[in-house]
């Protein structure tokens, strides 16, 4: 069974960079069939997708956010990670990551999201 | 940019049919998704590729997409069921989600 984990700091002050990881478990980051997706989520409101990335490293990011994402992955590590800029209160969210179908362009399997709040 | 419009809210009565909607230009020539999320838990899918239900969802959950908008049907609604759900589309490289529905059984 598929498993994924976000980990990184729950609180960045505003202006720093937000980081975190998402370490697969279960089965190999390293397939063509799948990209490897952030979503967040802030407290009450809807999910917005920040990005997603290829095995070989190829990003797709929202446009939105385009200016302020990067997302990596490190396939020794069976991980991926994400970088967010300039941070401000309105990135308080629960972020997600998730693994992303090629043939559909769905999230079949999610971590359990992790809480990052921007607060001096 | 592309946007996937659903209504904020539906109620349904226990053991009714619940219809929940999402709405997007040329939606139907899309593959849309539908994921559940209930308070505290991550989402889950439960409809993908317009029609397909993943093992493990129940048969009272189906979907279809045509023209302009994408429906999730739930047959038979349960308690259980009361959750916010969320479409979810792919455009141009670009994955957009609905702002979600909150179900309501009562």
């Known amino acids: 069974q598929l498993q994924l984990q976000e980990s990184g700091p729950g609180l960045v002050k505003p202006s720093e960079t937000l980081s975190l990881n998402c370490s697969v478990s279960?089965?190999?980051?390293?397939?063509?069939?799948?990209?490897w997706g952030w979503v967040r989520q802030p407290p009450g409101k809807g999910l917005e997708w920040i990005g997603s990335?290829?095995?070989?490293?190829?990003?797709y990011y929202n446009p939105s956010l385009k200016s302020r994402v990067t997302i990596s992955v490190d396939t020794s590590k069976n991980q991926f990670s994400l970088r967010l800029s300039s941070v401000t209160a309105a990135d308080t969210a629960v972020y997600y990551c998730a693994r992303e179908k090629l043939q559909g362009g769905n999230f079949d399997y999610w971590g359990q999201g992790t809480l990052v709040t921007v607060s001096s | 940019s592309y946007e996937l419009t659903q209504p904020p809210s539906v109620s349904v009565s226990p053991g009714q049919t619940a219809s929940i909607t999402c709405s997007g230009h040329?939606?139907?020539?899309?593959?849309a998704s539908w994921y559940q999320q209930r308070p505290g838990q991550s989402p889950v899918v439960v409809i993908y590729q317009d029609t397909k239900r993943p093992s493990g969802i129940p048969e009272r959950f189906s979907g279809s997409n045509s023209g302009f908008t994408a429906t999730l049907t739930i047959s038979g609604t349960q308690a259980m069921d009361e959750a916010t759900y969320f479409c979810?589309?792919?455009?141009?490289?670009?994955?957009?989600f609905g702002g979600g529905t909150k179900l309501t059984v009562l």
């Open positions: 040329k939606l139907g020539d899309k593959y």
């Open positions: 990335v290829s095995y070989s490293g190829t990003p």
């Open positions: 979810q589309a792919w455009d141009n490289s670009h994955v957009v």
């Open positions: 279960g089965g190999s980051i390293s397939s063509s069939a799948y990209y």
